[in-house]
């Protein structure tokens, strides 16, 4: 079982919604920008609506960022 990374707190201040190269749309966090491994994160994937759901997210909400892979910044976690 690989070791959860600690993630990076910052704040969900929109969702925007985004086409892919393969025509998918997809839902986009855009985050107050936080350092995580020497880059800022400003934006992570939200895969799709059941996931913004599943983690109850709202705008102006504290996540928990993580970069997946140590590349592709993704929300983990609401923080309250």
């Known amino acids: 079982l690989k070791e959860r990374k600690q993630g ?6 929109d969702v925007v919604w ?7 749309v ?7 920008p936080v350092k995580i491994d ?7 994937t939200l ?7 599943d ?3 709202e705008i102006g909400c504290q996540v928990e960022i993580i970069r997946s892979g140590d590349i592709i910044p993704r929300v983990v ?4």
Not at 26 to 32: F, G, H, K, R, Y
Not at 77 to 80: A, E, G, P, T
Request: proline share 2%; net charge positive; aromatic share 2%.
């Open 77 to 80: 976690r609401r923080i309250n």
């Open 8 to 13: 990076e707190t910052t704040t969900l201040l």
């Open 38 to 44: 020497g880059a800022t994160i400003q934006k992570a």
């Open 47 to 53: 895969h799709n609506i059941k996931y913004i759901q």
């Open 18 to 24: 985004q086409v892919g190269k393969s025509g998918v």
């Open 26 to 32: 997809s839902p986009v966090a855009i985050l107050e």
């Open 55 to 57: 983690l109850n997210l």
